[in-house]
C-alpha cells in the first residue's frame, strides 16, 4: 500500500494492490455527502488486438463498447435496476483506450460495490442478448451520425489515423458489430478484463477499514490467466498500428446545416510526453487555435 498527501488539495490518496492483482486507488474526503466508485479497464475502442491459437487477431470495430453495453444485462437481470433499488446513480463510457463503469450514492456503499463488482466481473453473452443488443447499438451509431459535432470530431480522428482502429468510431459500424458472436465476447473479455488490467478507484467521507472489497479479490478461475509475454504482444501490435501510416491532408463530408463547420487536427510526433512537457504542450496549441480562429 502506498499513501501520498497532496498539500495543494489538502487530500490523501492511497493506492493499493488487491491479492489478484486489481488496483484500488481510495481518497478519503471528509465532509462529502456522496461517495463515487469506478471499475476502469485498461481496455477501449482502439484495443483490437487479441491473442489466439493461430497467433494475433484483429477483432471488429465496437467491440469495446459492446462489451461495455452487455456487462449490465445478465442472465436474469439487469444491473441497472439493481443499483436503482439501491439509490445509486450509475453509469459507463467507453473511449479509445479505456472503459469505465461507475455510481454515486449517499447510502449502501458497500451494497453498491458489490453490485459494481458484479458488473465488471461476471460476464454474461448469449446469442438472444447479443442480437437483440446488436439493434440497439445500430440504433445508437445512426443517432450520432446526424450529431455534426460528433460527427466532425470523429471524421477528424479519421484523417489523422486513417486505416487504424482510430479511424472508426467507438461504437463500430453496422456492419461491424453483425460480426460479434459471445464467444469472441467472452474472449475477448478474458483477455483485457482481468483483475491486473483493472483499476477501483473509491471518492467520497468513508472510513477505509469498513469498505467490503472483497468482491473485487475474488479469483475467477474461468478466464485464462494472459502471461506477461503475451500482454506485451497485445500493446506492441497497438502501438505499430498507430506508429505507421500517414495523415490524409483534407477531408470533407456534407450534412445538412445551417452554419458550415470546421475541425483542424494535429498528430504529435512524440507517442509519450512527461506530464510538464505535454501540459506545456497543450497550453501551446490552445493559444495557437484561439490565435487562427478567434
Given at each position: 500500500m502506498?499513501?501520498?498527501?497532496?498539500?495543494?488539495?489538502?487530500?490523501?490518496?492511497?493506492?493499493?494492490t488487491l491479492t489478484n492483482g486489481l488496483t484500488v486507488i481510495l481518497n478519503n474526503k471528509p465532509g462529502f455527502a456522496t461517495t463515487y466508485a469506478m471499475v476502469t479497464a485498461n481496455f477501449g475502442a482502439a484495443d483490437r488486438w487479441i491473442n489466439s491459437d493461430d497467433g494475433l487477431k484483429r477483432v471488429p470495430a465496437g467491440l469495446a463498447h459492446f462489451i461495455e453495453h452487455k456487462l449490465f444485462d445478465k442472465q436474469q437481470y439487469d444491473v441497472g435496476n439493481r443499483f436503482a433499488e439501491s439509490g445509486a446513480d450509475n453509469n459507463a463510457f467507453?473511449?479509445?483506450?479505456?472503459?469505465?463503469?461507475?455510481?454515486?450514492?449517499?447510502?449502501?456503499?458497500?451494497?453498491?460495490?458489490?453490485?459494481?463488482?458484479?458488473?465488471?466481473?461476471?460476464?454474461?453473452?448469449?446469442?438472444?442478448k447479443v442480437a437483440k443488443e446488436q439493434g440497439i447499438i445500430t440504433q445508437e451509431i445512426l443517432m450520432y451520425q446526424d450529431d455534426p459535432n460528433s460527427r466532425l470530431y470523429f471524421e477528424t480522428i479519421a484523417g489523422l489515423y486513417p486505416e487504424t482502429a482510430l479511424s472508426d468510431d467507438i461504437a463500430g459500424t453496422s456492419a461491424s458489430i453483425q460480426k460479434l458472436t459471445p464467444a469472441l465476447l467472452y474472449q475477448t473479455y478474458a483477455?483485457?478484463?482481468?483483475?491486473r488490467n483493472l483499476q477501483l478507484t473509491i471518492v467520497g467521507d468513508f472510513a477505509e477499514n469498513k469498505l467490503e472489497l472483497a468482491p473485487f479479490a475474488v479469483h475467477r478461475a474461468e478466464n485464462p490467466v494472459i502471461?506477461?509475454?503475451?500482454?506485451?504482444?497485445?500493446?506492441?501490435?497497438?502501438?505499430?498500428?498507430?506508429?505507421?501510416?500517414?495523415?490524409?491532408?483534407?477531408?470533407?463530408?456534407t450534412m445538412k446545416l445551417q452554419r458550415q463547420k470546421v475541425a483542424l487536427g494535429f498528430r504529435g510526433r512524440q507517442p509519450k510526453l512527461a506530464k510538464p512537457e505535454l501540459v506545456r504542450q497543450d497550453l501551446k496549441l490552445n493559444f495557437f487555435l484561439d490565435a487562427v480562429f478567434f
Open positions: 502506498v499513501s501520498h498527501f497532496y498539500p495543494e488539495f489538502n487530500t490523501t490518496v492511497v493506492r493499493k467507453t473511449s479509445f483506450s479505456q472503459t469505465s463503469y461507475l455510481f454515486s450514492a449517499t447510502s449502501a456503499i458497500n451494497e453498491n460495490l458489490a453490485i459494481l463488482a458484479d458488473l465488471t466481473l461476471n460476464p454474461y453473452f448469449d446469442e438472444g483477455q483485457y478484463y482481468q483483475p502471461d506477461q509475454h503475451q500482454n506485451q504482444q497485445l500493446r506492441q501490435a497497438r502501438r505499430a498500428e498507430f506508429a505507421s501510416g500517414t495523415t490524409l491532408a483534407k477531408q470533407k463530408f
